[in-house]
Every structure is written in structure tokens, then in C-alpha cells.
């Protein structure tokens, strides 16, 4: 096969190797059967980082690694290659591969004018669902990358050519030492009204179907640029920096992504003294960033503008994005490097850009006058992007804001993006990635001061890997004191955001907070009334957030359902204990839990694999039996509602000493499972059916004799179109103990059974007529249905017909002989059969010589006046 490939290359395509001719054109001629592109793959090993002994001039935890990079052959293979498989140092001294792939966060003229500053993402070689963002320039090599569910840092150590590996939560606040000056976000008129939706009306996330690319214009005052080495490719590198950490936030949770206009060095200014700036956040005041930046650019050639500056501040308009007001954003800080102001700062303020207002609840520090009451779904500083995460003094949840946004920021932003401003501009793709399917689970009631589990489940149609975040999403006053954020006050938030996780299931609050009867800012208990609503945000890495709702009414009462034996001086042996707890009135309605299970933790209840009862009543009193080899003094006992989400945990660690098997137990019977056969099958009774005291584990079961039924071992065999219900009376043993005699319900599920149809044998006269044959008359139904004649399969020269519950024949006029024909019964309940009937009609008589006949016998008449018939029925012939 001849081949012939034609490639034409355009300057206007964005071609992003750099070719300056205005076409070219390739022919490749293959004597294959097919063509294939080949793909270079260079690695970077563990060889090219160098682990250092710790540098006692470095603040280091203990979970920190610092090293040394060849960049120059690093470099060498990044820009030279395809893709790079790269091996990154952990925090914990191991290494970990990604495969980096360049990316493009410089518009392409940019990045050729820059060719030294290169940008990537990846994904993890063995883990495709880690996703990271990379780049390397003159001033070093920068990565953020997933790892175990954690976000690894890697940053250059400034000052030196050193290297800092650490995770996200050990991320040093900066700006902690100086004020923070914070706003909230600039209304303006002509975009207030579509701001202002409620957020029931806010477009759902999972209706995101396309990927957006915003050109950011960023502007930089000289402080700025002499931070960070006072020329424009060193601030450039800095700002490419901070758009790739940035961009790998917004394209998880919102399928966007942020690329500096082609002029973006040109709008960083190198002279403090010469800029139209002042370096705060009075820079946003009037068209000054505007201005700045339309000065060399086209306000047609960028979406979205922002200014960096050196004083501590943000600001930005609110849903400004493709308006004439879309430079109104400004982030400033003393340390304008590192995730404490990429993440809490840049992606805050740009979120207010794109629609998003302020999450928090609180009223101390920063966070007063700051609230946004439509938007308040975290309690105290709020702990997400949008929230004010430490810089709100006695309420801050955390030093710094996790690398994600709240639900209902995300809901904010696609509003905007998708069906408001935000969608008059950027270039836009088609998502071929789908969105998970998602299932908060049913509604329950549960009773107030009481720990629960929320489950819930998600699909997803790519088999992408899931990641899960159950919020609370309900409003309510602000909070002025952890004081306040400790109490239930009938409305608003009483559960903080955590990190999304691999498991779709969150336990309220906390079980290290369970487990020492404590709780800590931004976690408490429902002691109220009230109604508590999530929603379940399902993440697939690839741009979709898709959520679904569900609702917990709490119940009040004077106590909460907890157990209160044993408790941290209880001593249990092998042998027989009571569990004690009070049940809140569970058992009754609304909360309607009449039955629990109890379990038991030998780990301090990090987990509880060992069941000690199962189903019993929830009366508040339980007799359980230890009967295993268990010696712990780290020994906890839980009480839970099967059918429902709520649960109790004992007080405090406690001993158990097991001394030997106690003596045989004599089984006694409490419950069993429901059981039931259809009619006419048969059931085998499994001891796993039967629950016993102390959820003993019996040998074996008997089965004694009763009525209608028959037995084959533990097999019970019903009577034959028996229905109904059955007791059968049984017996258990347990290392040679019997125990007494308990009975056992079955149930038999009736199943309609076919009517019985006999044929029938018929005698009629030559040239019969309407002759009426009652063939239901010996037809019956076991289960006593009526019976119908539903059809007649007739091939003779006669008629018959149906008439009510018998057939009318009528013979063939010149017809003498015998013939048959078939009709089905219905018994009105889908059973049905069919029955034949022999028809013998006689012969003609012939005519008397003698002119004088006799007078005719008297004959019986078998159809009610018709045609006279002799009729003889049977019982099939």
C-alpha cells in the first residue's frame, strides 16, 4: 500500500515548535500498511537529585526532605523530549514517577520569546489519576503533585540551590507575620442582579460539558519585580509559576485553565518609582490595573486581568471575567512565592473574578465585615479557597486554605463561566469526559448530641478515579467567638470541609474526636431541632464536581444515644457482660430504630471487627458473651442502628482478660431471619437463618415433624399446593448443649396452579343442531379459581361456539361419523389448559318401506330445548 501524507504547517496554527516560515509542507511516502508517529521518552532518575543531611539554618519537619538537582541536564531532557518520565522526591525520602508532558500556560508567541521557562503537567506512571503541574526556569524547578492522597510541594530553598520536598499541610504561612489587609469582593451595578441568585438557582456542576482557556493579562508593580530579581524574565518566571499552580486547582474543579497573553512581559514593570502604581490594594480603586494594562494591549487581546503587588492585600470584582471591568483584580503579599500565596491569595481573588464570594461564617479578625451571608457554608475562617483561612484570629480552622474549592464556590463560578458573563469569551473545547453519577443516600432521622456516619456512593461512565467531600450546606447567623462556632444554635454550619478522600463516607464528627469525648473548631454536635442538608461532591480529576443532596433531621432530646457501660474502669473476662445505653427514645418515632447491633474494638476503636450482638431490641440493655481469646486494655464497644446512620461508642479504653473458655453455653434462642418458598419447591433451613444469645455461632440445627410438610435432613419439603404459613419446631446445639425447643416461620408464597381439564366424548344425531355440550362441567381448580373457556380450535364443516361455560356444536350437514376439536380454559390468574372433545354423530336413517311409521320413543333433552343429543362424559378416552 502507497501512502501519502500531506502536513501543513501554518504560523497561525500556534505551532509550538517554534518554526517561523509561513508554510511547510512534508511529504511522506510509506510502503507500510500503516503510518505511526513515534513518541521520544527520556527519563530523569533518582541520580539526578542528590538527598542533603538536614540543614540546620532550614526549618525542616520531620517529615521533610531537602536536596540538590543537576538542572542542567535536567533541563537538557525537558526541552528536548516529548514526554520525560521523571522520578520526584516524597517527603518520607522515597521516589515516585510521573511522565510530564509540556503544557502551554504562555501563549505560544510568549514561550518562544521565553524559551528557558518551561511549563508541564503529568500524571503519576503507575497511579494515572495523580495529576501534578511542574516548571523550570531560571530560577529553579517547581512541582505540585498528588501522592496518597496528599499534595507534594517542591520548591527551590531560597538563597541557596537547594531543594524543599514537603507536603501541603506543612506549607508555611508567610504572611502570618504581617496584617493582611483583606475586602470583600467590588460589586458592580450593571452585574449585581445576575450575581444575586440564591444558591438553589445556581447551575449544578455536573452540567459542565466544555473546557474553557481564559487569557490572563497579568500587570506587576516594580516591588514586585525587584522581589523577585528586578528583571521582567525573573518576575515572568515567577508569574508562570504561579498560573501553573493556580491552573491545576481550577481545571480539577471547574475544567478551566488561565495562559499569560502574548504581551504579558511587557506589563511588568522593573522601576518602583516610575509605575502608575502604589504597590496596595488602593491600586484598584478607579481604571488603574485597566488602564495599565490596555496601555499595551488590546482590550480585545485578553479576558481577564490582575495585578500582584508587594503589600499585604486582595481584592477583586465580582464576576468580572469578559466584562469591561474584567481587570478589577489585585493580590498582593510581603512574600509573594509559594502556596501561601499562590493558593490562599492568586486563586482566591481570581475566584471572585469568576463569580465566587466569600464561604466563611465568622465575624473575628479579617473575616470581620468580610461575610458574605448567601455564600456562609463554612463555620468559623472556612478552610477552602474562598474561605479566610488564617486570618481570623481565635476562629481560624487551619493556617492555610486547602488547594480546592467549597461546592458551592464551584456552583458560583459555573454559573458565571457558563451561563453568565464568563461565557461571552475564552476559547472553549468539548468535554468527552463524562460526569460521575452520584447517590447521597435516603433521608433519616437521628436523635440530637449524637455522633453519624454519612455513605454514599458514585459511578463513574470513564472509570475514572473518584475522589469524595461530604459538606454541609446550610446557612444561619455569623459567629463571633470558637465560643459560639461550639454551639448549636438552630441554624447554619456546624461541620467544617476536610479533604477529599477515596471513600465515599464521612463520620460527624470527627472519630479521634469521638473517641476523646472532645470536639475542636469547626466540628460539634446537632443538639437542636433542626434539619442538617449535604450534598456529596464527587471529583474525577478531569474538570467535573457532580454532587447529589440529601437531608438529616435531628430529633432532640435531654441525652444523646450513648452507652454508658462499659466505661473506662470496667474489667470484662471470659464470660457474660451487660451493655448498658441510653437509647433517646430512638425506638419510637420519628427516629423509629427498634433494633441495634453491638460491636467490639480491641484498638481503641479505630475499628470494630467483632460482633457481639446483632438485631437485638433497642431497649437499652444488652447481655453479651466474650467468648474468643481477647486480652486488651484498649478494648471500646459500639451500639448502631443497622437501619440507620446514627451511633455510640463507650466512653473511655477499657480491659478485657480472657482466662480460659467459660463453660459451655446452652444455645437459646432469639430471632430469625425471614424465610419463606414458593408453593410446590423446597427450603433448606441454614443455621446462619437462626440468631442466638450473645450472637452465639451454633454447630447445627434439627428440624422436628409437623404439619404439611415433609423433611429431608434440614430440607423442609411443603405439601403438595400448600400455601400459607408453616412452623416447623427445631432445636440448636452448641458443643453438645441443646437448646430448648423454639419454632421456626416459613412462609409458603402461593403460585397459581393450571386448571385440570379431562376430555369429553359426545354422541349426537345425524344433522345435530345447536346442541349444548357443558364441558366445564368436569374440568376443575386446585385453588378454587373460576374457570372460563377462553377459546375453540374447530376444523370441522360444522360450528362450534362458545357459550358461557359450556360449547354449541353444530354438525356438518351431510357429516356422519367422528371427529374432534380442542378449547382452552382460563382460570383468570394466567394459568390455563386445553381439553379435546370426540364428537360422534350418527349415521342417516334410512327410509321405512311401510308407508305407516311408528310413533317416536320419548328422548331426554341434553340442551335445554336444542337439538336432541346423546351425551356420555368421561374422563379422557
Not at 452520584?438 to 459511578?459: E, H, K
Not at 430529633?555 to 452507652?563: C, E
Amino acid at each position: 500500500m502507497l501512502v501519502v501524507v500531506w502536513l501543513n504547517y501554518d504560523r497561525n496554527d500556534n505551532n509550538p515548535t517554534g518554526l517561523t516560515m509561513n508554510k511547510l509542507s512534508l511529504m511522506c511516502l510509506f510502503l507500510i500498511l500503516t503510518c505511526q508517529s513515534a513518541i521520544a521518552v527520556h527519563s530523569i532518575g533518582q541520580t539526578h537529585w542528590t538527598l542533603l543531611e538536614q540543614n540546620p539554618q532550614i526549618n525542616l519537619k520531620s517529615t521533610e526532605q531537602i536536596l540538590t538537582l543537576d538542572e542542567s541536564s535536567v533541563q537538557a531532557l525537558l526541552a528536548t523530549s516529548d514526554f520525560v518520565d521523571m522520578a520526584l522526591p516524597l517527603p518520607s525520602g522515597q521516589f515516585v514517577t510521573y511522565r510530564l508532558k509540556p503544557s502551554q500556560v504562555m501563549a505560544p508567541e510568549l514561550a518562544r520569546k521565553y524559551p528557558q521557562i518551561m511549563t508541564f503537567h503529568g500524571s503519576q506512571i503507575d497511579r494515572p489519576d495523580n495529576l501534578g503541574s511542574f516548571d523550570l526556569s531560571q530560577k529553579g524547578f517547581f512541582g505540585m503533585f498528588e501522592h496518597d492522597g496528599k499534595t507534594v510541594y517542591i520548591d527551590p530553598v531560597k538563597g541557596t540551590k537547594q531543594y524543599r520536598s514537603y507536603y501541603f499541610t506543612h506549607a508555611m504561612k508567610q504572611a502570618n507575620s504581617v496584617k493582611i489587609k483583606r475586602h470583600p469582593p467590588i460589586r458592580f451595578a450593571e452585574l449585581s442582579e445576575a450575581l444575586e441568585k440564591r444558591p438553589g438557582d445556581l447551575m449544578q456542576t455536573s452540567q459542565i460539558s466544555e473546557r474553557i482557556v481564559y487569557r490572563l493579562a497579568v500587570t506587576a508593580t516594580g516591588e514586585y519585580t525587584a522581589y523577585h530579581g528586578g528583571t521582567r524574565a525573573l518576575a515572568l518566571a515567577a508569574l508562570v509559576t504561579m498560573v501553573n499552580r493556580v491552573n491545576q486547582v481550577y481545571a480539577r474543579d471547574l475544567g478551566i485553565t488561565f495562559q499569560l497573553v502574548a504581551n504579558n512581559d511587557q506589563l511588568i514593570f522593573i522601576d518602583a518609582a516610575t509605575d502608575p502604581f502604589t504597590n496596595s490594594d488602593q491600586d484598584i480603586d478607579g481604571d488603574t490595573i485597566t488602564d495599565a494594562i490596555e496601555a499595551v494591549i488590546s482590550a480585545s487581546d485578553y479576558d481577564i486581568g490582575h495585578l500582584v503587588v508587594t503589600e499585604g492585600g486582595g481584592v477583586a470584582g465580582l464576576g468580572v471575567v469578559c466584562t469591561s471591568q474584567k481587570a478589577a483584580g489585585l493580590t498582593g503579599s510581603p512574600v509573594p512565592e509559594s502556596d501561601a500565596f499562590y493558593i490562599d491569595y492568586v486563586a482566591h481573588e481570581i475566584g471572585h473574578q469568576l463569580g465566587a464570594e466569600h464561604t466563611f461564617n465568622g465575624l473575628v479578625g479579617a473575616c470581620q465585615g468580610n461575610r458574605s451571608g448567601l455564600s456562609a457554608f463554612e463555620p468559623a475562617s472556612g478552610s477552602t479557597i474562598m474561605g479566610y483561612t488564617g486570618i481570623c484570629g481565635t476562629q481560624d480552622l487551619q493556617k492555610n486554605s486547602d488547594p480546592f474549592f467549597h461546592l458551592h464556590s464551584i456552583d458560583q463560578m459555573v454559573e458565571v463561566t457558563r451561563q453568565g458573563v464568563g461565557n461571552t469569551c475564552g476559547s472553549r473545547t468539548g468535554l468527552t469526559n463524562q460526569s460521575p453519577v452520584v447517590d447521597a443516600g435516603s433521608d433519616y432521622f437521628i436523635p440530637a448530641r449524637t455522633p453519624f456516619t454519612l455513605t454514599g456512593s458514585a459511578t463513574d461512565p470513564d472509570s475514572d478515579t473518584l475522589t469524595f467531600s461530604w459538606q454541609q450546606f446550610d446557612l444561619g447567623t455569623a459567629t463571633s467567638s470558637p465560643d459560639q462556632d461550639a454551639i448549636d444554635r438552630g441554624t447554619g454550619p456546624l461541620f467544617r470541609v476536610f479533604d477529599p478522600t477515596s471513600e465515599p463516607v464521612r463520620t460527624f464528627p470527627r472519630l479521634i474526636d469521638i473517641l476523646t469525648n472532645s470536639t475542636v473548631l469547626g466540628e460539634t454536635y446537632a443538639t437542636t431541632n433542626r434539619t442538617l442538608s449535604f450534598r456529596l461532591a464527587v471529583r474525577d480529576g478531569q474538570g467535573h464536581v457532580a454532587s447529589d443532596a440529601m437531608q438529616v433531621t435531628v430529633v432532640n432530646s435531654t441525652n444523646g444515644f450513648r452507652v454508658t457501660q462499659p466505661d473506662s474502669s470496667s474489667q470484662w473476662d471470659s464470660a457474660t457482660h451487660s451493655v448498658i445505653w441510653d437509647t433517646a427514645n430512638t425506638q419510637n418515632a420519628p427516629v423509629s430504630c427498634s433494633r441495634v447491633s453491638i460491636s467490639l474494638s480491641t484498638d481503641g476503636g479505630a475499628s470494630f471487627p467483632t460482633s457481639l450482638a446483632n438485631g437485638v431490641d433497642n431497649d437499652g440493655q444488652q447481655d453479651v458473651l466474650i467468648t474468643s481469646a481477647i486480652s486488651t486494655n484498649q478494648a471500646r464497644v459500639k451500639v448502631h442502628c443497622p437501619d440507620n446512620i446514627f451511633f455510640a461508642i463507650n466512653s473511655g479504653n477499657f480491659t478485657i482478660n480472657f482466662d480460659g473458655p467459660a463453660e459451655p453455653i446452652i444455645p437459646v434462642y432469639q430471632s430469625q431471619d425471614p424465610l419463606s418458598v414458593n408453593e410446590d419447591e423446597r427450603l433448606m433451613v441454614k443455621k446462619e437463618d437462626l440468631t442466638f444469645a450473645f450472637d452465639l455461632a451454633i454447630d447445627s440445627i434439627t428440624l422436628m415433624a409437623g404439619d404439611n410438610y415433609t423433611l429431608d435432613g434440614t430440607t423442609v419439603i411443603p405439601d403438595e399446593h400448600f400455601n400459607g404459613s408453616l412452623v416447623v419446631p427445631a432445636t440448636a446445639t452448641k458443643d453438645n448443649q441443646i437448646s430448648e425447643q423454639f419454632n421456626i416461620t416459613i412462609t409458603v408464597v402461593a403460585v397459581n396452579d393450571e386448571p385440570t381439564v379431562l376430555n369429553d366424548r359426545v354422541e349426537v344425531a345425524f344433522q345435530a343442531s345447536q346442541v349444548v355440550l357443558p364441558v366445564l362441567s368436569n374440568d376443575s381448580d386446585v385453588d378454587g379459581d373460576i374457570l372460563s373457556i377462553s377459546s375453540v380450535d374447530y376444523q370441522g364443516d360444522g360450528t362450534v361456539t362458545i357459550a358461557s361455560a359450556s360449547l354449541v356444536y353444530t354438525a356438518g350437514s351431510t357429516f356422519s361419523g367422528t371427529e374432534t376439536f380442542s378449547y382452552t380454559v382460563s382460570d383468570g390468574n394466567g394459568g390455563s389448559a386445553s381439553g379435546e372433545v370426540e364428537v360422534t354423530v350418527a349415521a342417516p336413517v334410512e327410509p321405512d318401506p311401510e308407508p305407516n311409521p311408528l310413533p317416536e320413543p320419548p328422548v331426554q333433552s341434553l340442551n335445554d330445548g336444542g337439538q336432541e343429543a346423546h351425551y356420555l362424559l368421561c374422563c379422557g378416552f
